[in-house]
């Protein structure tokens, strides 16, 4: 069975605000980082005073304000659960 691919859109307003379609998952978050998953794959964004402003697991729409310094796609399934055991 193939996963289903949504799309995703990810808008960034003036370093300050982000939001972004297709989330399946906010796996971890904080001041400085925020891990989501997206079609599979990790995204990591990281910058400073990062709060988690909405999540709908429906629908797949996330957004978070802050200072937003970087926006880092990874691989598949859950390769940085690794760095944690």
Known sequence: MREEIKE???????????TMSGVSSVD???ENSI???????RVKIEGNKLKVLSFSEGSGNFAA??????????????VLSRLFK
């Open 8 to 18: 995703s859109i990810l808008t960034i307003e003036q370093q300050k605000k982000i």
């Open 35 to 41: 891990l989501l998953t997206v079609n599979g794959k």
């Open 65 to 78: 304000s802050g200072e937003v310094t970087s926006v880092k796609y990874g691989a598949q399934g859950k």
């Open 28 to 30: 971890a978050f904080s």
